[in-house]
């Protein structure tokens, strides 16, 4: 089967390998039939950090080949979501709605890796799995795409928001304007906020955002884009959805909040460091971590999508097949593209 290898620093390639098999009893093996890249997959493309030959890729849509014993949920055939975390459904951590940090997974073998490829093992499936009504030849491309987000970035998003406890009227300020971001300003309407500012200095990005729901939108970085953040929500904001993962996004997050806020960090933390007397002088509450994708896809995101209350999959803006993987990594490192869809099979 063909399968993504990541060779170095801006070089991904296509490599033979053999076809997975079921190791354990709760494993499922998934023909693949959308995958993407994520902005954390640029992160070693990029040579700010290392990594080994497997490629980073851990979002697929695809139709179940094959079952272990231990699966009762799904059957051959089945089309379905794969998020890229694991969970077990009956831990105390997944009841609480944290599946993306469960007491029965250890890191190694709860979050997907190397699904950039025609077939995957997908393990610990018999919980975590979403399935999709229907077959994917009932739904349009678009749909698709939807659907695909949900593996990861609209349920990211969507933990932002619910972890920040956006209500109804509240002032939220995304930090970010990945897609990660962009999903998150769609949790956040979702939720009910009243005024969402978004931070993007990309005329494409800013105008995805504002569709989605963003009201206001601060290009400026710096001391000068902090104050006119401050300023904008009347002293600083009610949520700070925060999804880049740098020390200064972090940093920036703490200013632009108003004292009693809550803050989220669902960026993956690349050098972010807190000092905690910058959150203890203004009472803020600072939380994040991996995204429950399961929980939200079944409380409710699913739904949201297939009754066209939310349209996520737009984030994507280039298709490319499994073949031109190099070119879909490059063209997002470029801003060419939001976010890489990539069509592997029908």
Known sequence: MKYAEFVKAGEIKIVNKPMPKIEKDDD??????????????????????????????????????EVGKEITTVEKGDFV????????????????????????????????????????????????????PGKPIDYSEGMLKSFLALADVMATGYHAARV?????????????????????????????????????????????????GATDNVEARDEAGIQKLIDITRGGADAVLECVGSALSNDEAIQVARPGAKIDRVGL??????????????????????????????????????DGKINPGKVFTKTFSLDQINEAYQEMVDRKVIKSYIKVSD
């Open 28 to 65: 499922v093996i998934i023909k693949v039939l959308r995958t993407c890249v994520c902005g954390s997959d640029l992160w070693a493309y990029r040579g700010l950090e290392e990594q080994g030959h497997e490629n980073s890729g851990h979002e697929i849509i695809g139709v179940i080949e």
């Open 81 to 132: 979501i794969a998020p890229f975390t694991h969970g077990c459904g009956h831990c105390r951590a997944c009841l609480a709605g944290f599946d993306g940090v469960c007491m029965n997974r250890s890191s190694g073998d709860n979050f997907s890796g190397g699904y950039q490829a025609e077939y995957v093992r997908y393990q610990h499936a018999q919980w975590s799995l979403v399935n999709i």
């Open 269 to 306: 933390p690349h050098g972010a460091k807190l000092d905690p007397s910058s959150t203890f002088y203004k009472n803020l509450s600072v939380a994040g971590g991996p995204a429950s994708v399961t929980t939200y896809d079944k409380d409710g995101l699913l739904k949201a999508v297939l």
């Open 164 to 212: 920040a406890n956006v209500q109804p009227g509240d002032s939220v300020i995304v930090l970010g304007d990945g897609t990660v971001g962009l999903s998150a300003i769609i949790a956040a309407k979702l939720r009910g906020a009243k005024q969402i500012v978004s931070t993007s200095r990309h005329p494409d990005r800013e105008a995805l955002a504002r569709e989605f």
